[in-house]
């Protein structure tokens, strides 16, 4: 019988000469779930017709017990055991996986979420469906305090931002290897297809702690399907921009797991290709042609109980083209850009388990390769370019959990990254030659202090060829439980962020028929932050329903502050952004988030920022006009909604929303009818997408929908080809109509 959703809710003693016994019931979606395997350790059992199970003889210690439910494993009680005792511990399956998944990113290891100190958002694979998300930048709009927003009226990049900073003050990874290299940074998050994606774990605020310099906002972790079962998985959509213009997006997974569960291998391949889309009928772009592929392979192989190995690979190309869309070579229109991308991306990653797995080593390698050509350019200048990027990261990584019921952990690790960038454009004597070298050692602590609180401290030391000495950031994080449902948690950081040649906002872009382009103050400084974090969950349970809902206040403070000057035309007629050091920088804000699953019915997320995000001191971004202290193209308001419908086993209705408010955007001058700079603020947009979809049997699923309902799109683009290329702030894509397919086998 279904007592509590958390993974204890009662134990009692029962006198029983010189023996320990476990039982239980195991529920799911309220119903007694029969012929499940409940595993304590090594031994496994089975529930009989009422879901109940029964352990005997069970020797004191720390101990797991664990379910499988469609595939996955669901971690019911994780601690010690006594002697001579009959402990009784029930669950409701479904509200375990839906109310505290395990997570990873914060910690760097396995933790609940609801006992993880560190606040941790996860978007799944099931949230990148129902959004109709065709990869990582799409779905990251509906995690509370994070926008995607697209910079480049002709080529389409795009960046991150979280609780109003920039891409480059957020720390991407993959599979927990920061390999998403400072290139990947303007167009790796679309290039990553959501085929590819388990799920995504987002931790905001400081982490360099754990994570290194480049996670003054927050951390957005990927993280790669595993093999789970055998099968084979084939998806296809056709999406068609503003009613007309195609967009075809397919995937296939299949997946191998033997007999002895101990390999496991999966292979994916996706395929995309998208038509460009004229708004304004100038006849340039302002979505561009995009063609897609892709191929990856992960894997696990279990020696024995105690070593296992992990590995992930996947090869990608990308060529994308806007500007003119007249059928003449790329370098004879009045106006265009292409981007050539080729990613290999790698890790492996090898783990040594002590006995009881409570303790543990692990080594890992990473490495990145990306090699493009490149062209930008007006009226036929010599733009073509080409980069050359590659990284790598070796590191290491040790656990220890101290007392009988893991009241301590110790974690402890090292990392070297070297990056190396080259990217030339002969005919406009631009020249970017950097490597990167980073290095860091870092120490955690989490203690159990009390049955309530629980406590992190950690450091890192950082070690950067680009600065003069090592930094030391240090982080504190604490959580206190209200009772069963309600948590607060709080966290400092310190961060910093390095003067290093290429980053997101290093794009070339195009403005009043020259070539915009950013140069390094040779005695920019490197970017100090402190930050704080302070959050209030409520979860609650019950037998029909879970809801809940998060306050979190933020604060960060910017020292040094990067910014940007307009410093004129060079001799070779290009616009000169000057990046400097400004005095510094406040962000601060309040984010609110409500979740609702109803009998698994109704499913409701939701959240919403408003927030402050300014300079101490104005900054002129233009010669020509007045300076202000606000963050440009920086709304303080913005969120999302989704709401999930099972009107029946087969039918699915799902409708999401974002919602952005009104933000200073600059736009310059030069293009028909904008003689001069102007500051704008623009209009708030909410977006509005309807997806439904229907199982004709559990091999097949078919579904339709539009985004973008409401056609929330921007109406005053720029036109020909003196335009302000960067001069986009609204929606990604106007009102669109999709349909598609998915096979299992």
């Given amino acids: 019988m279904f007592r509590t959703i958390f993974l204890y809710l009662l134990f009692f003693p029962i006198i029983l000469m010189g023996q320990t016994n476990v039982k239980g019931s195991l529920s799911y979606f309220g119903k007694p779930y029969a012929n499940a395997s409940v595993f304590l350790d090594k031994t496994i059992k089975q529930t009989n017709s009422d879901g109940f199970y029964l ?71 099931r949230s990148l469906e ?26 389409n990049y795009t960046q991150l931002r979280m609780n109003g900073l920039g891409g480059s003050y957020s720390q991407i990874l993959i599979n927990n290897r920061p390999i998403f290299s400072s290139l990947l940074g303007l167009y790796g998050l679309e290039q990553i297809p959501s085929s590819l994606i388990d799920r995504v774990e987002v931790v905001r605020g400081g982490g360099s702690a754990v994570y290194g310099s480049g996670a003054i906002a927050g951390v957005v972790n990927i993280i790669t399907k595993k093999p789970k079962s055998s099968g084979i998985l084939f998806k296809h959509n056709t999406m068609l921009t503003n009613g007309n213009r195609p967009d075809f997006t397919s995937s296939f997974a299949s997946t191998s797991v033997n007999k002895e569960q101990n390999f496991g291998i999966t292979f994916m391949g996706n395929h995309r290709k998208r038509s460009d889309f004229d708004a304004n009928g100038d006849l340039f772009s302002e979505l561009s042609s995009l063609t897609q592929f892709g191929l990856a392979a992960n894997g696990y192989y279990l020696f024995d109980k105690r070593n296992e190995l992990e590995f992930n690979i996947s090869n990608s190309s990308e060529e994308r083209q806007g500007g003119e869309m007249r059928l003449l070579p790329t370098d004879q229109l009045q106006q265009s850009e292409y981007r050539n991308h080729q990613v290999l991306m790698a890790d492996a990653a090898f783990t040594h388990y002590a006995n009881n797995k409570n303790n543990w080593w692990s080594t890992y390698a990473a490495v990145q390769n990306t090699k493009r050509i490149h062209y930008t350019g007006i009226d036929g200048d010599n733009g073509w370019g ?46 970017i030659d950097q490597s990167i070298q980073k290095f860091g050692i870092y120490a955690q602590s989490e203690w159990n202090l009390l049955r309530n609180f629980t406590l992190i401290s950690g450091a890192r ?46 794009h070339l872009a195009f403005a009043a028929g020259n070539i915009s382009r950013i140069v390094i103050d040779p005695n920019l400084k490197q970017e100090r932050s402190k930050g704080v974090n302070i959050s209030w969950d409520f979860d609650k349970a019950s037998k029909q329903m879970i809801y809940g809902f998060t306050v979190n206040g933020f604060y960060t403070q910017l020292q040094d502050a990067f910014i940007l000057e307009e410093q004129g035309i060079n001799p070779q007629g290009n616009q000169i952004l000057l990046r400097k050091n400004g005095a510094g920088a406040l962000v601060q804000g309040i984010s609110c988030e409500f979740r609702l699953n109803y009998k698994s019915k109704i499913q409701i997320e939701s ?22 202290k606000r963050f440009l193209r920086t709304p303080n308001t913005y969120g999302f909604f989704t709401l ?17 408010g009104s933000m200073l955007v600059p736009h310059f001058g030069g293009a028909p009818g904008i003689p001069s700079d102007v500051l704008n603020e623009s209009k708030s947009f909410f977006e509005l997408n309807l997806r439904m979809a229907y199982m004709v049997s559990p091999a097949i699923t078919f579904h339709m929908g539009a ?39």
């Fill in 644 to 660: 999930e419908l099972h009107p029946s086993k087969k039918l699915d209705i799902d409708i999401s929303s974002v919602y952005t």
């Fill in 386 to 431: 080409n980069t050359k990027n590659y990284s790598y990261q070796l590191g290491m990584q040790a656990l220890r959990q101290v007392g009988k019921i893991k009241e301590h952990t110790l974690t402890a690790g090292a990392e070297f990254l070297n990056e190396y960038t080259f990217d030339e454009i002969k005919g406009y004597n631009y020249l």
């Fill in 55 to 125: 352990f005997t003889d069970i020797a004191k210690g720390n101990h797991e017990i664990k379910a499988k439910v469609n595939g996955d494993f669901i971690f019911i009680f994780s601690g010690y055991l006594g002697q001579d005792s009959t402990y009784t511990i029930d669950a409701e399956l479904a509200k375990l996986e839906l109310l505290n998944p395990i997570v990873i990113t914060g910690t760097r290891y396995s933790r609940r979420k609801l006992d993880n100190a560190v606040p941790v958002n996860i978007l799944d694979s």
């Fill in 707 to 745: 985004q973008n309902i409401l056609n929330a799109y921007q109406k005053d683009f720029d036109t020909e080809k003196n335009r302000d290329s960067n001069y986009v702030y609204g929606p990604a894509r106007p009102r669109s109509f999709y349909a598609g397919i998915k096979i299992k086998i």
């Fill in 130 to 155: 129902i959004t109709q998300s065709s990869n990582v930048a799409d779905g990251l709009c509906f995690q509370p305090g994070l926008r995607v927003e697209t910079d480049c009226q002709t080529c």
């Fill in 461 to 506: 030391l950082n070690y950067h060829n680009l600065l003069d000495k090592p930094i030391l950031t240090p982080r504190f994080s604490a959580m206190y439980k209200l009772g069963k449902w309600q948590r607060i948690r709080a966290s400092y950081s310190q961060a910093f962020k390095a003067p290093q040649a290429f980053e997101a906002d290093m």
């Fill in 607 to 628: 959240g919403f920022n408003v927030q402050e995000s300014m300079y101490e001191e104005e900054v002129s971004w233009s010669e020509n006009l007045g300076s202000t």
